[in-house]
């Protein structure tokens, strides 16, 4: 049996204020939608997330900083 917790996730992120996207963090830009320190964010744009096919994980940035 298969179960969908990504309703459950939306609640959540919504509830809590859950950040962790590069839109979030302290070292995007967000007028050239790049990360300032060069990382790759294709993965951890909030797009990615919201797609209509959703990814099973998260995958967070090491140098995420809400600052």
């Not at 969908?4 to 839109?23: A, G, L, V």
Request: glycine content about 4%; some cysteine.
């Amino acid at each position: 049996m298969e179960v969908d917790y990504q309703p459950d996730f939306e609640k959540q992120r919504t509830r809590y204020s859950f950040c962790f996207t590069c839109e979030d963090c302290a070292h995007f830009d967000g007028e050239t939608s790049e990360c300032l320190h060069g990382y790759p964010n294709e993965q951890h744009r909030l797009g990615y997330y919201m797609s209509e096919i959703r990814p099973d994980t998260i995958l967070f940035c090491k140098d995420f900083d809400l600052a």
